[in-house]
């Protein structure tokens, strides 16, 4: 493998903390183990993760929801984990933050290949709340993944995002395990619960979170902790806008401020102004550290691409 020249993350005064110049497509599917995207490949993985139906197994989620989002120091890859915190993750949602051209949208797109590349659509599902509401948007590429329910805009996405939380709500509780999600998924690992459906992880990615109604958001945030949805909340960095999530978040993804205040509040320093476009900072809880890395770069070729073999899993 070509040698990754490394470049200090601009403004970082510390030596020893550089990242790659370059972190690409086709090194993240390696790091999964689809260094060849195979379609039996793709089946093999997803197959040695779905979870126990019926069968009176535990329940293992220890590699579920996890996602290498590019290179951090030394050329190692910065993993985020969405699971809730109970379950020994990060999450259950996620703060992504940065100004126009910080690379925001290059890096949804990359952590959406991973998680997508790693789960069948009976583990992990999304909706995409695009925003922009024009032609040619950046999630086309997703609309045919077989995981995606939706991709909404910003004048149905409210309405839309409601019904989701009441169907899953209603879900649970008419499998008698009320409004937490593990439970439902151990009752479906029994032998009594063989016959229940899958109900799979959400991920709800919002390209800017600030469209939704604040009711609309809270309720999305916190009823959707027990109800296996995942919030990607996205922002420009607007101090007062992240703080309107940060209440609901733990872990975030910060990519170059306008300001240095905006830096300050979010990561604690003037660090993230200072980033180059498509290096980040990942805070994976509240008081850590932040990690810098180098966003993985997927080329819309290789997004369509893979969307076609994904669907031909299992056809």
């Excluded at 550089?18 to 999964?32: H, I, K, Q, R």
């Excluded at 220890?62 to 993750?89: F, M, S, T």
């Amino acid at each position: 493998m070509r040698a990754r020249r490394q470049v200090d993350n601009r403004g970082r005064g510390d030596a020893a903390r550089v990242v790659p110049e370059s972190a690409d497509g086709p090194l993240m599917l390696s790091l999964l183990g689809l260094g060849g995207v195979e379609v039996a490949d793709i089946a093999a993985l997803w197959a040695d993760r779905a979870l126990p139906v019926g069968t009176g197994e535990p329940v293992d989620r220890g590699l579920l929801l996890r996602v290498p989002l590019g290179l951090g120091v030394g050329g190692v890859p910065v993993w985020l984990d969405l699971k809730d915190e109970a379950d020994g993750g990060a999450g259950p949602h996620l703060l992504q933050t940065g100004m126009t051209g910080s690379g925001k949208t290059v890096g949804l797109q990359s952590m959406l290949v991973g998680l997508c590349a790693q789960h069948s659509p009976d583990l992990m599902q999304m909706v995409i709340v695009d925003t922009k509401d024009g032609v040619g948007s950046v999630f086309d590429g997703f609309a045919d993944y077989p995981h995606t329910v939706a991709i909404l805009g910003s004048d149905t996405c409210a309405a839309a995002l409601m019904e989701l939380v009441d169907g899953r709500s209603r879900a649970l509780h008419e499998a008698g395990v009320g409004g937490r999600i593990g439970r439902y998924r151990e009752l479906r690992a029994s032998v009594r619960g063989a016959d229940l459906p899958a109900l799979p992880d959400l991920v709800v990615v919002v390209d800017e979170f600030r469209v939704l109604p604040h009711s609309v958001a809270r309720r999305l945030m916190r009823e959707g902790t027990g109800l296996g949805i995942h919030v990607v909340a996205v922002s420009q960095a607007s101090v007062g806008e992240s703080r309107k999530v940060a209440v609901n978040v733990n872990c975030r993804i910060v990519l170059r401020t306008s300001t240095v205040q905006e830096s300050v509040q979010l990561v604690g320093s003037a660090d993230a102004h200072e980033l180059s476009a498509g290096v980040g900072l990942f805070v994976p809880k509240r008081g850590a550290e932040p990690m810098p890395f180098r966003g993985f770069l997927v080329d819309d070729d290789l997004i369509v691409d893979l969307g076609r073999r994904f669907g031909a899993v299992g056809a």
